[in-house]
C-alpha cells in the first residue's frame, strides 16, 4: 500500500506503509542510531514523535519482550529507508512491521531518510502528517499540521498510580522516582544497587514526597516542553529547597534548572542518537552518551555550576548544584554513565557528595 509523508514546509516523499495504516500528525524527529529501534519506540520521550531513523537498514534483528523502556510503544510514527521484514537474532521473537501494526504505530519505508534529515537538520524540527489516503488535498493537510500541538505531554506518559518495586538484592535505600516519563533501564539501574524504587506519578506534590520516608529523590526524563510543566516545576522547587539528596536527568534536569532559577529553549533539531560526545568539566574525561532530547538548559542557573558539556555544539549536558547533595545530567543514564548512580547512592548512604 502506498503511503504519504507530507511536511509542515511543503515537502513531500512517497513510500510503501509499514505497521498502521491510520492518519498521523507528529513532530518529525531524526535519529542517528542504527540499533535500539524497540527502545525508541517504547521510550515515552518520544510520546508524539514521528521518529526518522538515518541508519537505512531497520529492523534485522527484530523484537522481543525484554527491549522495552516501558510498558507500551509511545512513539507516533516510524519512518525508515528500508525495513527488514524477518529478523535474525537468537532473541528474536517477532518482526518490526508486526509490532508496528499491533501497537497502532504508522510507518512508511522507502523514503529517502538521508534527504529527509538533511531537511531536518537544516530547516529544524518540523511538524508532519503520515497518510495511506489516494487523495487528499495539500492545503487541508498543510493547515491540519500547523495546527497540531503536543499538549499535556508528561501527563499522557506518567503512570497512574503508585508503584513499589523492590532491590535487587540487599535493600540499602529507598529512592522515590518521580516519573515524568520514566525509561525501566534507569529503574533497573537504581534497583541493582540495592535500591527499593518507588514510582510516583508526575503530579505527586513535594510535601507526599518529603513525608515518605524516602532517602532521596530522582527526576526522570520523559517528553515535551519543559516550560510548559509549570505545576511539577512549583513542587521540584519545594524539593531543591529541602535536604533530601537530589538527582535528575533529561527533562528532571530541565525541571530542576528551571526550579532553580534557569531557563531552558528548543535545539533546532534536538539531539538524539548513542554517540553524542561530552565533557566532563572536573576531570577532563570524554564520554559517549545516549541523547534523545530536543530541549536545552541555556546556562548554568545562580547557585549550580557546568558539570558537563556537549562537544558537538557546546550545549549545558549537566549541572552540580550548591545546594548539597543535588546534581544533574541532560543525557541518558544507564550502564555507561553508571558512576552517577553509584554517586547517587552513596548521597543516600551519607557518603561522598
Not at 528474536?92 to 522507502?110: K, M, V
Not at 515535551?224 to 533530601?244: F, H, I, M
Request: aromatic share 6%; with cysteine.
Amino acid at each position: 500500500m502506498k503511503a504519504t509523508l507530507i511536511l509542515e514546509n511543503g515537502s513531500i516523499f512517497e513510500g510503501q506503509s509499514i505497521g498502521a495504516t491510520d492518519d498521523r500528525i507528529c513532530e518529525l524527529v531524526f535519529n542517528t542510531s542504527m540499533t535500539g529501534y524497540q527502545e525508541l519506540l517504547t521510550d515515552p520521550t518520544c510520546a508524539g514523535q514521528g521518529i526518522v531513523m538515518s541508519y537505512p537498514l531497520i529492523g534485522n534483528y527484530g523484537v522481543n519482550e525484554e527491549d522495552v523502556e516501558s510498558g507500551r510503544p509511545w512513539a507516533s510514527a516510524f519512518i525508515v529507508r528500508s525495513l527488514s521484514y524477518r529478523g535474525s537474532n537468537f532473541r528474536c521473537q517477532g518482526s518490526l512491521d508486526d509490532y508496528l501494526r499491533d501497537n497502532h504505530i504508522t510507518g512508511i519505508q522507502g523514503v529517502d531518510t538521508r534527504a529527509l534529515t538533511k531537511i531536518l537538520r537544516n530547516q529544524g524540527t518540523m511538524k508532519g502528517m503520515l497518510t495511506c489516503a489516494e487523495n487528499f488535498s495539500i492545503p487541508d493537510v498543510l493547515e491540519a499540521i500547523r495546527a497540531w500541538k503536543l499538549d499535556s505531554a508528561v501527563e499522557t506518559v506518567t503512570r497512574k498510580e503508585t508503584e513499589v518495586l523492590p532491590a535487587e538484592g540487599e535493600q540499602v535505600c529507598r529512592v522515590a522516582v518521580l516519573d515524568l516519563g520514566a525509561r525501566n533501564t534507569m529503574v533497573d539501574c537504581l534497583r541493582r544497587r540495592g535500591c527499593e524504587v518507588t514510582l510516583l506519578p508526575a503530579a505527586t506534590t513535594a510535601e507526599t514526597v518529603l513525608s515518605g520516608g524516602y532517602d532521596g529523590v530522582v527526576l526522570s526524563e520523559g517528553p515535551g516542553d519543559p516550560a510548559e510543566n509549570k505545576a511539577a516545576v512549583a513542587e521540584v522547587r519545594k524539593l531543591y529547597e529541602s535536604t533530601l539528596p537530589l538527582f535528575a536527568c533529561g527533562l528532571g534536569h530541565q525541571l530542576l534548572a528551571l526550579a532553580a532559577g534557569g531557563e531552558t529553549e528548543k535545539l533546532p533539531y534536538g539531539h538524539r542518537g548513542v554517540n553524542h560526545p561530552v565533557r566532563e568539566t572536573a576531570t577532563g574525561k570524554l564520554f559517549i552518551t545516549g541523547q534523545n532530547h530536543g530541549y536545552v538548559v541555556k546556562a548554568a542557573p545562580a547557585g549550580a555550576s557546568l558539570s558537563y558539556t556537549n562537544l558537538n555544539d557546546g550545549t549545558v549536558e549537566g549541572l552540580e548544584y550548591q545546594r548539597p547533595n543535588c546534581f544533574s545530567v541532560q543525557f541518558t543514564v544507564d550502564r555507561g554513565t553508571g558512576k552517577l548512580f553509584d554517586r547517587f547512592v552513596d548521597m543516600m548512604k551519607g557518603g561522598a557528595q
